[in-house]
Structures are given as C-alpha cells and as structure tokens.
DNA sequence: ACGGTTGTCAACCCGATGGTTGAATACCGT
DNA sequence: ACGGTATTCAACCATCGGGTTGACAACCGT
C-alpha cells in the first residue's frame, strides 16, 4: 500500500536541489519563482522538482491568482521515520548482541586458530 | 560534505527491492546469493543492488571463503533520521503556529468577503 | 482589451539506472 | 589439479530523470 509512496519520497528526496526546497519550504511558503531564483535552472526546472515533491506528498499548493504557493507536507516525514527506526533499531540492537557473539568466536578462534574476519554463519 | 552522501542513501532506498533487501538484513546478515534467492532477477542484477546499498554506506561485508556476507549498518538511518526530523519539526511548528494565521484570516475574510482558500503572504 | 507576470505543457537531449547474458575470478573440497 | 560454487566484471539494451527551449494558458493591472 505505502510501498509505493515510500519509494516515491525516497526517490523525491534523493535530489539535493528537491532537498534544498523542502528546507526552504520548512521555514516558509513560496512560490515556484521564488523557489526558482536561487538556482541556475531555468523555472521549468524547478517546476518539474515541485511536481515531483508534490506527487509525493512531501507538498502541497494552493492557489493565489496566477501563483501556485508550495507549503511543506509534514506527515509523509513520518512515514519515512517510522519505515528508517523500525530497521536502524533492529539493526542496533544486533549490533549489540553481537558482542556475545564476538566472545565466542574469539573462543572458538583459539581453539583452532581461525584469526581471519569470518562470521561463519 | 554529507549532502552527496544524503542523496545515495535516499536514492539507495528509492528502490523497493534494495528496501526488501535492507529489511531482511535487519533480520540477519546474508550473502548475495541467499538475498537473491527470493527474487526473479539474475544474481547479477542483485549484486548490483547490494553495491548501491554498500556504496551508501548502509552495507558492510565481510569475507568469508568466497562469500560475501552481507551486514547491516545502523549509523547511516541515523544521518537520515537527522535530516528528516529537522524538517519534520519545523513543517509541524509552522502547522501548528499556522492557527494563528487561520484565524486572522477569518476574520479578514468577513470583512471583505475573501471567502477563497487563498493565504496571502 | 492588452501587455506583463506566473506557471505548465511538449518535445527533445543525454547521462544514469536496472535489467539482461556470457565470461572471468576466487575459493572450497576432494 | 579439477570441478563446483559464489560473486563480480563487461557489454549491451530499454527506460527514467533532470535539463533544455519554445509555445501555451491563466490571471492581474491598467
């Protein structure tokens, strides 16, 4: 279901011009030629940027005459923090069961000299 | 310094099979051969894979005879968590301090009859 | 009604990416 | 030394993504 969206955010973020509108976009709304001016990209450019952002979910527009307002999505933020913690807390707690397996194989390595890296399974 | 590094692991984990492939590794390390196993591309094609995640840094592998067990690396979700928190915060202050605004709004609006979405700089 | 501003659409170019297959490398077991 | 297993390298192909330019649409201001 969220399989989708979640590669959509990811992929959407993997751009660090789309990264540098989004810490634009957190301290305020702007308009496409707002956000355009900075860079040395034509404003079609950053229009297609902002599609991207926004299909998304990462922003939204509104309309205000011929401006398009972006405003910054923080929900999506969530569902990426939750998909990142659940994997780095697992992945961090076997790095601390490690240890107990460390111990071992150092055991295991004097008996019968296996000195090399292997984590055999 | 760290933004190019931001834009591999986001781009790493744009692709759902490189997800997959992080999530069962979260679980346990595993060569390249059993995390290609459950798929239907080539063992090439997931080899590659892993060298996205190994080049993002969110993979280590060791040596053991000629496999290359594959392992999880925590520290890197970290970096993410970091960027992503940032804006997530500050998109929610902005939400939340947006209520104000909403209400000013409001009351502009019936006084000159701006029923529209819009919200004026 | 007209000119200027804001933004998008369309067509196109090019480099990156994900997939393939086939050959090469590295190592184990016997 | 040899065959089998695990993995990577190389060449290739199709698609995608970010960039461009040029035309079009929508809207304001006067």
Redesign the pocket.
């Given at each position: 279901m969220t399989d989708d969206q979640l590669s959509q955010v990811f992929?959407a973020l993997?751009?660090p011009?789309?990264r540098d509108i989004v810490a634009r976009l957190a301290v305020r709304d702007a308009?496409?030629?707002?956000l355009?001016e900075p860079y040395?990209?034509?404003?079609?450019?950053?229009?297609?940027?902002?599609?991207?952002l926004e299909d998304a979910g990462l922003v939204s527009?509104t309309?205000d005459?011929?401006?398009?307002?972006c405003h910054l999505e923080a929900e999506v933020f969530d569902l990426m923090t939750k998909w990142i913690e659940r994997y780095r807390r697992e992945a961090e707690e076997r790095f601390r069961r490690l240890d107990v397996v460390l111990e071992q194989l150092k055991d295991e390595a004097s008996e019968d000299g296996t000195t090399q890296e292997g984590q055999a399974s």
């Open positions: 992929s993997a751009d011009t789309r308009t496409v030629n707002e355009a040395d990209v034509s404003v079609q450019a950053v229009s297609k940027h902002i599609r991207v527009r309309r005459a011929q401006r398009r307002p």
